[in-house]
């Protein structure tokens, strides 16, 4: 369980999610995880001003990672507290980094593996929220694998 940090000026738009007193916005973030093709998972989020908070249970940490990040890269949230149980099996969580201006998946998987050739790696572990490996963008927040 932990509190990950932002970028509220990054993100794809919903509109209306954070609007103050928005009673669907637990829905339209569920439709959300739904429609990047996390499936249906069974978590509940609520919203309080730009801070998300997920609660729930997903099979596994990689899910749990993406449904983070698919939460925290919409425009205007700036953390998300994380409360999601795993049901399966434990392993070692993965490391996220922030895009900055410039960045590739590349030049991301040589800043932390030392090998710019495992971009594909970075890419895949962030699948289905990436579609394209040119499709990144400054302070967008990407699951690293070990």
């Known amino acids: 369980m932990s509190l990950l940090s932002f970028v509220k000026e990054a993100g794809e738009k919903l509109l209306d999610l954070l609007t103050p007193g928005n009673a669907n916005a637990s829905e339209q973030l569920k439709e959300h995880i739904s429609k990047v093709g996390l499936g249906n998972p069974n978590v509940q989020a609520t919203v309080d001003g730009d801070k998300v908070t997920i609660t729930g249970e997903v099979a596994s940490q990689e899910e749990k990672e993406k449904i983070v990040l698919a939460v ?67 302070g967008q927040k990407l699951r690293i694998p070990k």
């Open 72 to 138: 925290g890269n919409i425009a205007g949230v700036g953390s998300v507290d994380d409360q999601i149980t795993v049901t399966g099996p434990v392993v070692v969580a993965a490391e996220f980094v922030e895009v900055k201006a410039g960045d590739t998946l590349s030049a991301i998987s040589l800043r932390v593996y030392g090998n710019a050739n495992q971009y594909e790696k970075i890419f895949e572990a962030n699948k289905p929220m990436l579609k394209d490996v040119n499709k990144i963008y400054p």
